[in-house]
């Protein structure tokens, strides 16, 4: 059974931007009890702070809007896909995201990644150190994590981070912790995947895909880990219609500045799915640019989720 997950509108992509200021929440909230009574499994938000690629307008924190949700949700699971690493020190993301697993009732899924978006690095101010320092920093807060969900009183002393007595209570309630999902395809960080990772999260096509998977399973017989035993997820930007040609025109006229992923009929959204069910995956992610049209997230529940 493959598992449907939608993201959040928050304004990363615009979406946003032609709704009034004050009907904005409503219009998230209104998406999220849909998807509570529609079959959603997952609801996941961004981990970013301004729209991309430098537009300006309106884009709410992803972890203040997941803190909101959980306690006003009840079914569905809640995550972001995925935290940027270098955001937060992680003896304090352990504790909000323990906090979060409570407040949700043990719904959370944690994701997180090294962090690539340069431009809002610096508009920030953040150091956006190399890539290899942001794996070894991610891998070093996974360590610190895990430690605080799991141990009573976890110290830690690495390059970049250290804790000492660090008590995390209350505990998260999912055990051993909330699974982790960690994003990206970098060889660097399929490793880290494969140390601590209960869930991967990586894009492309069918040969891009494969050749991940081949990395990973690589990277797992280095650790003498199982690859099976780390589920796969993937996140695309879907646009759904009657007919490929009026999926396009759609997209056309929502210019959200990113292409879709997935554009056409359900029948070609199924398809897509099914193919990559092949290739392992078990989670799809979709962030869907007219989530506000009532008829679009009809034919979502009758053409695509009630048939996976």
Not at 23 to 33: G, P, Q
Request: glycine share 8%; proline share 4%.
């Amino acid at each position: 059974m493959a598992l449907f997950g939608l993201i959040v509108p928050q304004g990363w992509h615009g979406e946003l931007n032609n709704i009034p200021s004050e009907k904005r929440v409503d219009a998230i909230l209104n998406l999220v009890e849909w998807a509570e009574g529609s079959k959603v499994e997952s609801l996941w938000l961004y981990d970013h702070f301004t729209q991309y690629r430098g537009s300006i307008g309106h884009c709410f924190e992803g972890w203040m809007l997941l803190s909101y949700l959980a306690p006003i949700t009840h079914r569905v699971r809640l995550g972001m896909l995925v935290l940027c690493n270098s955001y937060r020190n992680p003896a304090l993301l352990a504790k909000m995201a323990a906090t979060v697993d409570n407040i949700s009732q043990g719904r959370l899924e944690f994701g997180i990644g090294a962090g690539w978006y340069e431009a809002e690095y610096r508009s920030y101010g953040y150091i956006y150190p190399n890539l290899s320092t942001r794996v070894s920093m991610l891998e070093e807060s996974l360590k610190i994590v895990k430690k605080m969900w799991c141990e009573e009183k976890p110290s830690f002393k690495g390059r970049y981070y250290s804790i000492k007595d660090a008590y995390c209570y209350p505990k998260p309630i999912q055990r051993p912790h909330p699974p982790i999902t960690v994003g990206g395809g970098s060889r660097l960080t399929l490793k880290v995947v494969a140390k601590y990772a209960d869930w991967s999260n990586f894009g492309g096509g069918v040969d891009r895909v494969k050749q991940l998977n081949t990395v990973l399973e690589e990277c797992c017989r280095s650790v003498g880990r199982d690859a099976k035993s780390i589920r796969r997820s993937i996140h695309w930007v879907g646009v759904l219609s009657s007919t490929r040609d009026d999926a396009l025109e759609k997209a056309r006229r929502l210019n959200t500045g990113v292409e879709p992923h997935v554009c056409g009929s359900s029948e070609e959204w199924l398809t897509t799915i099914n193919a990559y069910r092949d290739l392992g995956f078990e989670r799809f992610i979709f962030f869907l640019p007219d989530f506000y049209d009532q008829r679009s997230l009809e034919l979502l529940y009758e053409g695509v989720i009630s048939k996976l």
